[in-house]
């Protein structure tokens, strides 16, 4: 699988943003995909992750109410919608595809063997 993130953008404060990732290969619909971030000076950390078939979804309680996660199998496509950004959700963003194919929806970065190239969010306060 090959992940192209785009949609980076610079917005103030309570303001909105979407992110893509197009996907290539043929088990895109087979696996679980989610939302990692990083921010300078600091760890990778999960943002948001939602199952094959886009029935299961699971947010960090950082973004929980502000971000939704969604994909489109027929596009080979997951997205990010975030709302009422803050200052604190400026970093670099990375969709990532699930190591193995199946139902299962994991959260850790270690789960993840397929990343885009990242994709920067800045928040202005």
């Known amino acids: 699988v090959q992940l192209q993130a785009s949609g980076e953008g610079l917005v103030q404060a309570g303001g909105s943003l979407r992110l893509s990732c197009a996907a290539s290969?043929?088990?895109?619909?087979?696996?679980?995909m989610a939302w990692f971030r990083q921010a300078p000076g600091k760890e990778r950390e999960f943002v948001a992750a939602?199952?094959?078939?886009?029935?299961?979804?699971y947010y960090a309680d950082s973004v929980k109410g502000r971000f939704t996660i969604s994909r489109d199998n027929a596009k080979n496509t997951v997205y990010l919608q975030m709302n009422s950004l803050k200052p604190e959700d400026t970093a670099v963003y990375y969709c990532?595809?699930?190591?193995?194919?199946?139902?299962?929806?994991?959260?850790?970065?270690?789960?993840?063997?397929?990343w885009g190239q990242g994709t920067q969010v800045t928040v202005s306060s």
């Open positions: 990532a595809a699930a190591r193995v194919v199946g139902p299962g929806v994991p959260r850790t970065v270690y789960d993840y063997g397929y």
């Open positions: 939602i199952s094959w078939g886009g029935g299961s979804t």
């Open positions: 290969g043929r088990t895109f619909g087979n696996k679980a």
